[in-house]
């Protein structure tokens, strides 16, 4: 199969291998919107619509879930499935490519977390169990990455990646990078991403880098981030710029500039982060976001595109 994601039903994504998925993402000329959302807490709209699906319904075209245990998986609004089946499930509701994220944590390195939502379960932690369980479930791409003051290191990241694409092959889409320092004081700003860690990511077996998106983070400019997707594609990697410091629920003007700045980098895929509301983006700016990465015409068509396509 060799369509663009733009162009990719329901069922293309049901039956899509890594490799057309990759391909679909590129082709996509960055024009692909990834939204995060936590499925723990009580939905944003009721209780009986998951966060993930009102992405689905506001534009997205990739759904990423945060928070979630694969010992014990929780989205709340998904009709009672086993365990197993959650993600799948999820998948059959939404027609979406479904991802989560795992969070690889250095021996005697844990952030100082206070606040329970963002303790580590062990159901989250990045290990190689956690991962293979998560590929049985059907998750199209793990994101490597870290929510705040858990502590979560580029090293860590990088010996993780290496183990994954050891053991786990061609069975999923690895995704690596953080969005904000997640803890690591030493790893903020600049520091958050260099030319060395997008090295070391693709190195280690990264399919796709993820990045900060401009203006997100403290000294994290449009510029810095064009040089660096530059390089990750100079060594075959997409990337993914993220919104990851709650501006998902900023004003929709200032989406769009964000929009914008990241569409100028190059980037292939834009990411929404989950604490616009509850758990989720404010919906009015993943429509916005959307609409201004691609228009109109190809937001409405992934809004409106039935699930039994």
């Known amino acids: ?132 369980k998560a590929a049985d479930m059907g998750v199209s791409f793990i994101l490597l990455t870290g929510n705040p003051g858990v502590g979560v290191t580029n090293k860590a990241i990088t010996d993780t990646l290496k183990l994954y694409r050891k053991e786990l092959g061609d069975r999923l889409i690895l995704a690596a990078g953080k969005m904000h320092a997640s803890g690591s004081i030493k790893e903020a700003g600049e520091n958050i991403v260099t030319k060395r860690d997008v090295k070391a990511f693709a190195d280690a077996g990264a399919d796709i880098i993820l990045l900060p998106a401009p203006g997100t983070v403290p000294g994290i400019t449009m510029e810095y981030i064009k040089e660096l997707v530059s390089y990750a594609h100079s060594l075959g990697k997409l990337t993914l710029t993220a919104i990851g410091t709650s501006q998902e629920g900023a004003d929709v003007e200032t989406i769009k500039r964000i929009a914008l700045m990241c569409k100028m980098t190059g980037t292939d895929m834009h990411h929404l982060g989950d604490s616009g509301f509850n758990g989720v983006s404010a919906p009015e700016n993943i429509t916005a976001y959307s609409v201004a990465i691609k228009g109109i015409r190809h937001t409405y068509r992934r809004m409106a595109m039935s699930i039994q396509r």
């Open 1 to 132: 199969m060799s369509k663009r994601l733009l162009d990719c039903t329901a069922s293309d994504f049901a039956k899509m291998t890594k490799e057309e998925l990759l391909y679909a993402i590129e082709a996509s000329e960055g024009r692909v919107l990834a939204c995060e959302t936590i499925g723990r807490g009580t939905p944003l709209l009721s209780t009986d619509l998951t966060n993930a699906e009102l992405a689905a319904a506001m534009g997205a075209d990739v759904l990423l879930l945060n928070i979630f245990d694969v010992d014990e998986p929780v989205i709340q609004g998904l009709p009672p499935v086993k365990k197993e089946d959650t993600i799948r499930e999820l998948r059959r509701l939404t027609g979406r490519p479904v991802g989560i994220n795992l969070e690889p944590v250095e021996q005697g390195v844990d952030g100082p977390v206070m606040d329970t939502l963002w303790t580590l379960s062990p159901g989250r932690r990045a290990t190689l169990e956690n991962a293979k």
